[in-house]
């Protein structure tokens, strides 16, 4: 099929090819000689306009071909050391039961249907084989990650027209401790079978920990959960007793039934973090009478606690519209870790964020948590001297407070009428506030200063404020960033002290909550972005970061002896490890013994997903336990190491461990995925042989130029230099 491309109106093309052919032909008539010389050049002037107009079509021609596109049919194959096991030597293992299904009929059915496509897979997804192939594997994988294998082969077919799937595996999973994955949706039905026969296992008393998860790092006072996935069999139903041990000291015990057939449970313990260091958590469970399998019963975790950083408090009165916005504002900060305080019925606190054992007492060793106070509308009767004074003291030692107020704290009896009295930034003058419509603005103290002259372009459209508690003069140091326009003349809104090593900031109005219901609000965000700036300049300088300069990660928490896990380090800025710099990472094993390694060059992965220029080292897992890794270099002329990272090295691969397979999973993963689980080999055969697949037919294009052709272009030139030879010829100009 010819095709035209031009872009040029086709009445243009045509009128212009006429034109010129009627000017040619014109001339010719008029002022060549009439004999057969004259009337080549014509022809030949004739046809160059035909070809040229040609070209201005720009023709190309398309073919279109139809052909027949098969669907794919995914195998995949498990070729773990599980895969070796057998009731008993007398039955055949699970990998002659796979090896059986792929030599069936079903293969010949839907390969002349389907494009078949097997892959094997342990702990990684090998490359893409045929069928024979896939009958030439051999069982020798030390784990099987049966998850992440369906994950790879779902994403590697994604968009692709895939009819179904056959997973031949005993539905072991090395890393996942419970079976919820199972699940999960796939992009297309997946076929299971059960590989060996349904009875014959005899149950070995067993009971085992396989695995622990808690928060690694957590911050001194908080509490948090440690949950144990325990599982096994042959306990007569008689209850397994759980312990949890802090640095070999028992702390808790918890009794749990695991059914006699076999199966698992969660048992959670709840942790206090009271001091500051590193503690080791290990569960465990005492062996079951007969246990011949004894080296599972424990698992250990490590903790850091550490000190608090950028935490905040806000303590307030009754609930009312600027504590519901402020909150959210808090909330939505990432600097800042918040515990709010409202003061509810009766006198009670109410409690929004993480309390731990935090209470709205205000002692100085709580107070020491925190890096900045927000007092609300409190009087000096709800605040209490103790309070105040301890606030005092808070401030004078390096934190920050913000006396946000409200018609009680700013009242006759609020802050000015307790000990906070020497923070105060401004004496008060009259007792209620001012309502009204106050256009809002900085100071020339404020366009300098660093909490506000980051954002400059928040000042030009801030909204007014609605109530303003009016002040008569600043106290001594006091700083005005702030100010509002009244009908007698400008008064302070904002205004910032500095008090001994600490900062104080008041906010003299009630209203700034209405912000959040300017016109504009939803894309300018003067409240939360007010708050920010705010916050910002509030944070206490840390000096250096303790120290922290290095940062160390694990790929992962768990693994089995023998295999291999990478331990990386990056620095905490971007330029904190040159190429000069050596970096070990020093591990400690359960024995107590340090030995440490050099660390090579590499790019490493931020959580952001750039990369910068770190440090890497695989370590191979030759001994069980609880290992600890930290980095370690001299930068700047001084010795600096990472916070401690642990991982755990289980004793033995659940490949080695005789047990039936893991039916439950083979059922939930077909389930999900919209296929079928058949109980026999035989009615895996029949139900695949059955199965209808449709082809489909895709139109494929393929298309040429004819105008912009050699020949073509040929032609052109060719036909100019004829009417030049024939004028030549007859020596006319």
Known sequence: MILFEHSTATLLIWACLLAAMGVALYSYWRFAAHNLRTLAMAAVRVLFL??????LFMPGLKEIQTRTQKPRFVVLIDTSASMRLAPSPELPDRWSRAQEILGQAWTDRVGAECDIDAYAFDAEVGPERSLAEGRELEPNGTSSLLRDALKRISARYAGQKVMGGLLLSDGIDTREAVDDWASESRPFPIYTVRLEPATGWKVEPDVRVDT?????????????????????????????????????ALQQELPITLPDGGGSRDVTFELDHSEIGVFTYRVAVPPLAKESHTNDNTYAVSVQVITSRNHLLYVEGPPRWESKYLGRALKANRQMTPLVFLRGPGGTFMTIG??????PEMREDQLAFFKIVILGNLDAEELGAARANHLVQFVADGGSLVLLGGSKGWGE??????PLQKLLPARRRGAAA???????????????????AGDPALWESIPPVRSLFLFS?????????????????????????????????????????????SPDAGTSQPYRRFWDQLIAWLVPEEEALEGKLLDCFVDREQLFLGEELEITARGSKADTLDETTTVQCLITGPDGRAVPFTMTSRFVPTASGQSVPGRAFTFQAEQPGLHTARATAEIDGRNVESDPVSFFVKPFTPESMPRP???????????????????????????????????????????????????????????????????????RP
């Not at 035909?50 to 070209?55: D, E, H, I, K, T």
């Not at 957590?218 to 008689?238: C, F, N, P, R």
């Not at 077909?670 to 059955?690: F, H, I, M, V």
Request: charged residues 20%; contains cysteine.
């Open 212 to 248: 622990v998860t808690t928060p690694r790092r957590v911050t001194v006072d908080w509490k948090t959960e440690l949950k144990a996935v325990l599982s096994g069999q042959g306990t007569g139903g008689q209850p397994v007793t759980v312990q949890l041990y802090r640095d070999e």
């Open 354 to 359: 993480e309390a731990g054992s935090m209470t």
């Open 473 to 517: 003069e600043l106290t001594a140091g006091a700083r005005s960033l702030v100010e509002v326009t009244t009908p007698s003349g400008l008064q302070p809104l904002v205004v910032s002290l500095r008090y001994g090593q600490g900062k104080v900031a008041a906010l003299f109005t009630d209203s700034l909550w209405k912000w959040q219901l």
């Open 434 to 452: 001012d309502e009204g419509d106050y256009p809002v603005r900085l100071t020339d103290t404020g366009r300098a200063h660093p909490a506000f």
């Open 413 to 418: 009896n609020g802050f000015a009428a307790s």
């Open 661 to 731: 397979a893991n039916i439950p999973v083979l059922q939930a993963v077909a389930a999900s995925s919209g296929g079928r689980y058949y109980e026999t080999a035989q009615a895996l055969d029949k139900a695949l042989s059955a199965l209808d697949f449709s082809s489909e037919e895709e139109e494929i294009s393929t298309y040429r130029s004819l105008w912009q052709l050699w020949t073509i272009l040929g032609c052109l030139v060719g036909l100019l230099t004829v009417e030049w030879l024939v004028r030549k010829s007859a020596n």
């Open 50 to 55: 035909a070809l040229l107009a040609w070209c």
